[in-house]
């Protein structure tokens, strides 16, 4: 069976230091993929990437990076120099293929805190 | 390009009514899911639906729950009855799945909290 561990329930940082947000994930199936979705308080969610199995280069987009590492199977977000902004709570996924879609399962989200 | 539409946002019933919730998915999408957020959890997987069918609905609850995705309109999550206990955020979110899966991201429209009194 498939699992999402977020471990980190609440982070508070001070604005402008880094953060880093874990992921743990379970799953037997040698092919998956891995998202992070951002909720601000307005709740909506926000995409904002999505990693094949078969893809361990890490990457970077402005801020943000992605730490993937299929040995201690974690797909770690962080966040350089955090803002304000940047507070929300943040989901890790996991995606199985079944019966030609995805099947997508949650982590707990963990709650980050940016204080001026 | 207009994103995942759900309406209502917020949705007040008592105890005993019906409570209909609407997604319209993203243009050129034909594939929709509902997921339930409990408050301080994450999201679960309720239905997945294309046009007309139901694909899998093992995480919609057996009774008083049921989704449809007509060829014209918008997906319905309907919930009869409703209890306290249906209080949540219920997420649609809308793909284009293409090579069975691989390719495939979910956007997620913005919700709709239901609240039972």
């Known amino acids: 069976a498939q699992k999402v561990t977020q471990a980190q329930t609440e982070i508070s940082v001070v604005e402008k230091e880094d953060v880093t947000l874990d992921c743990v994930y379970e799953?037997?199936?040698?092919?998956?993929?891995l998202f992070w979705y951002k909720q601000p308080p307005s709740g909506e969610l926000v995409f904002l990437i999505r990693?094949?199995?078969?893809?361990?280069q890490n990457e970077i987009s402005g801020r943000y990076s992605w730490n993937f590492q299929k040995s201690t199977s974690s797909f770690n977000f962080t966040i350089t120099a955090s803002q304000v902004v940047d507070s929300a709570v943040y989901f890790c996924?996991?995606?199985?293929?079944?019966?030609?879609?995805?099947?997508?399962?949650f982590g707990t989200g963990t709650k980050l805190q940016v204080i001026p | 390009n207009a994103g995942v539409m759900q309406n209502p946002r917020h949705l007040v019933r008592r105890r005993g009514q019906e409570a209909r919730l609407r997604c319209s998915p993203m243009?050129?999408?034909?594939?929709v899911y509902w997921y339930r957020q409990l408050p301080e959890e994450g999201l679960k997987f309720m239905v997945y639906?294309?046009?007309?069918?139901?694909?899998?609905e093992s995480g919609m609850p057996k009774e008083r729950f049921s989704a449809e995705f007509p060829k014209e309109g918008p997906s319905i999550l309907r919930i009869q009855q409703v209890v306290r206990g249906d209080s949540a955020a219920y997420f649609c979110?809308?793909?284009?799945?293409?090579?069975?899966?691989?390719?495939?991201?979910?956007?997620f429209g913005p919700g709709t909290r239901l609240l039972v009194l």
């Open positions: 979110a809308s793909s284009d799945v293409l090579a069975g899966g691989s390719q495939e991201t979910q956007y």
């Open positions: 799953t037997r199936d040698t092919t998956y993929y």
């Open positions: 990693r094949n199995s078969f893809d361990e």
């Open positions: 996924a996991l995606g199985l293929i079944s019966g030609g879609y995805q099947k997508v399962t």
């Open positions: 243009k050129g999408h034909s594939h």
């Open positions: 639906l294309q046009k007309e069918n139901i694909i899998d």
